[in-house]
Antibody, heavy 122, light 108 residues
């Protein structure tokens, strides 16, 4: 069965960086993309960007361009999201999700990780 | 960027009720729309994709319709597990990923 398992919760200081991992299993990793979605406490869902596990192409939401980097390691079927220059309003649960868009761009998300809470506080 | 607006923001209903949630796009997105259900503390779950295609394993009481800029999610007969927050998401190629603000479905 398809599973996405994310790394543990993180506590970061303002200005620091965080790197969240997402380990995929149960399907051919390169056949899909991975999108990252975050959810601030009590708020809605916010798409951050997409990476193709097929060719490494990325598409980042304009809000995060210059501050986020998404990568994959096809040999370990893992995806990573690094967010830099953290601020208090980056405190959120960060989800990875299997994205059915594997080549041209993001589409919709049929499997989700369990979420990783990132807390930014001094 | 494409904006997605859901209505209502909160909906109170009873078990057995038929409910409809609406999602409007700021520009046409053809049928590139998905619906998700989220219960507190859990990851979202895909219900509908391509506006009206039911994801495998999702109960038949869930249905989606619409195209262009106006879409609906209908639950034909509410069950206790259906009380959750619902999100629409567009994936038009020019500006993917935008979610609606969510509709919280509460027990009346």
């Amino acid at each position: 069965q398809v599973q996405l398992v994310q790394s543990e919760a993180e506590l970061k200081r303002p200005g620091a960086s965080v790197k969240v991992s997402c380990k995929a299993s149960g399907y051919t990793f390169s056949s899909c993309g991975i999108s990252w979605v975050r959810q601030a406490p009590g708020q809605g869902l916010e798409w951050m960007g997409w990476i193709s596990a097929y060719n490494g192409n990325t598409d980042y939401a304009q809000k995060f361009q210059g501050r986020v980097t998404m990568t994959t390691n096809t040999s370990t079927s893992a995806a990573y999201m690094e967010l830099r220059s953290l601020r208090s309003d980056d405190t959120a649960v960060y989800y990875c999700a299997r994205d059915l868009g594997h080549y041209y761009g993001s589409t919709y998300f049929d499997y989700w990780g369990q979420g990783t809470l990132v807390t930014v506080s001094s | 960027d494409i904006q997605m607006t859901q209505s209502p923001s909160t909906l109170s209903a009873s078990v057995g009720d038929r409910v409809t949630i609406t999602c409007r796009a700021s520009q046409t997105i053809s049928s590139w729309l998905a619906w998700y259900q989220q219960v507190p503390g859990k990851a979202p779950k895909l219900l509908i994709y391509d506006a009206s295609s039911l994801e495998s394993g999702v109960p038949l009481r869930f249905g989606g319709s619409g195209s262009g800029t106006e879409f609906t999610l209908t639950i034909s007969s509410l069950q206790p597990d259906d009380f959750a927050t619902y999100y629409c998401q567009q994936y038009n190629s020019s500006s993917p990923g935008t979610f609606g603000q969510g509709t919280k479905l509460e027990i009346k």
